[in-house]
């Protein structure tokens, strides 16, 4: 039994250094991580036997492929809510009202913008709306003076803060840990507040730490849907919408969602309402195709953990260094949360998912599970080298990847040290 044990943990290994390396995408070491940790704990692949219940082909491929069909949902009706925004302006009107409100402070801009990227990312996420916001705010900060890395990092750290207040991504944690959607919207601030203000620090100290940088960008003529819109005031709160839905409301993702979609219609009224929705529908699926592959890696990988054979194996040694005090808690977690990136055990978007079932399976409560894993993800949306938005980011300022993350990790593990200490206070 030990040595089955040792195999699961060699491959383990074996496969974070290949992800790490980048020898290996995720989308493909999910699934096959998820067939060796059975084969090594003797699931077995097929069976006629109706006693046996769990099988590789049946439980591991067919059922885990399945298994987030949920979060699944949630990102294609939020990828498309993100592509009927820009469709019909309200993205770019957002943008444009706060480089109004800013003027050519360049404190005001970074602010301002982080603010504005949080607010939008809140409602779309993915790369493509990314490169859409990126392409418009990086060449005001740069003409202001901003230097590149602050103007990287004010458009990453709004993707962090967006992700955490973007509803449809919470659904991943409904069906990894099977909270309710309102549990995980009651701890959002906690892993959300301080990762603003340490954002708005870190950005900040920059922007006075380098001074006033030369001004070396024109803006370009921005292209896409949107141009030259002009979108009432009113609907500049669509983004919110969802959010608020869920909230205030207690309405679960996906009609929160059309709802936010359907009211954005109501408010801009776009000439060709049904070819925008229809459009927007099949663009946000082709942004989060990718994603949506991963979430099918990770149904996998999840089943695969959970089969009786290999959580007997795995969960003595996950008992073994669970936190059982508050304080350990914090500390567990604040040490440990650098493997959040390059898709580390404690990444939900990769390892971390099935390392969290076997938490709540070892005894730790799924809402002090949902808790630590939001906060630690602050490190891998901000400071993570392997997140496409980092890559796209680093390459449009002409910044160094590996730099950015040299530089905010340390800002990122103090916010993940905040958070832990107040929802230590909670869950135990």
């Known amino acids: 039994m030990w040595f089955q044990a040792i195999g699961i943990l060699a491959v383990f290994l074996i496969f974070i250094g290949l992800m790490m390396m980048r020898k290996l995408p995720t989308i493909l070491a999910l699934p096959i991580m998820a067939i060796l940790f059975a084969l090594i704990a003797g699931v077995p692949w097929m069976s006629d036997d109706p006693e046996v219940t769990t099988t590789i082909a049946k439980t591991v491929l067919s059922a885990g492929s399945m298994r987030l069909s949920g979060a699944i949902a949630g990102l294609v009706f939020g990828a498309w809510f993100g592509q009927i925004l820009n469709k019909v302006g309200i993205t770019k009107s957002i943008i444009r009202k706060a480089a109004e409100l800013a003027g050519d402070k360049p404190v005001m801009i970074a602010v301002l913008f982080f603010v504005t990227g949080s607010i939008i990312f809140s409602a779309a996420g993915g790369l493509g709306m990314v490169i859409l916001v990126g392409t418009i705010v990086i060449p005001i900060m740069l003409t202001a ?242 997140n496409s938005h980092n890559v796209w980011v680093a390459d449009f300022t002409k910044s160094d990847i590996n730099e950015i993350l040299k530089k905010t990790l340390p800002w990122m593990v103090v916010s993940v040290l905040i958070s832990m200490i107040i929802g230590s206070f909670m869950v135990f």
């Open 145 to 386: 003076g901003i230097s590149q890395f602050v103007a990287s990092i004010v458009v990453i750290s709004s993707v962090g803060v967006g992700a955490l207040f973007n509803v449809s991504n919470w659904a991943v944690y409904v069906d990894v840990l099977g909270l309710d959607v309102q549990t995980i919207g009651d701890y959002t601030l906690v892993a959300a507040l301080p990762l603003i203000i340490i954002s708005l620090a870190m950005i900040i100290f920059n922007i006075k730490k380098d001074g006033k940088g030369k001004k070396a960008w024109a803006m370009p003529n921005a292209t896409g849907g949107g141009e030259g819109k002009k979108v009432p005031t009113i609907a500049l709160i669509s983004p919110l919408v969802p959010v608020i839905l869920v909230y205030a409301f207690k309405l679960d993702i996906v009609p929160a969602v059309i709802i936010g979609a359907i009211v954005t219609i109501i408010l801009t009224l776009p000439k060709r309402p049904i070819h925008i929705l229809s459009s927007a529908l099949v663009e946000g699926i082709q942004d989060i195709a990718g994603a949506m592959a991963l979430m099918i890696g990770i149904g996998m990988l999840l089943n695969s953990v959970m089969a009786p054979q290999v959580a007997s194996l795995i969960s003595p040694l996950i008992e073994s260094v669970l936190p059982s005090t508050p304080l350990m808690y914090i500390i567990f977690f604040t040490l440990l949360s650098p493997l959040a990136i390059y898709r580390g055990p404690l990444n939900v978007w990769g390892l971390g998912s099935g390392i969290a079932a076997l938490f709540v399976t070892a005894g730790m409560t799924p809402v002090a599970a949902m808790l630590a894993l939001r906060v630690v993800s602050n490190v891998q949306a901000v400071s993570d080298p392997t």
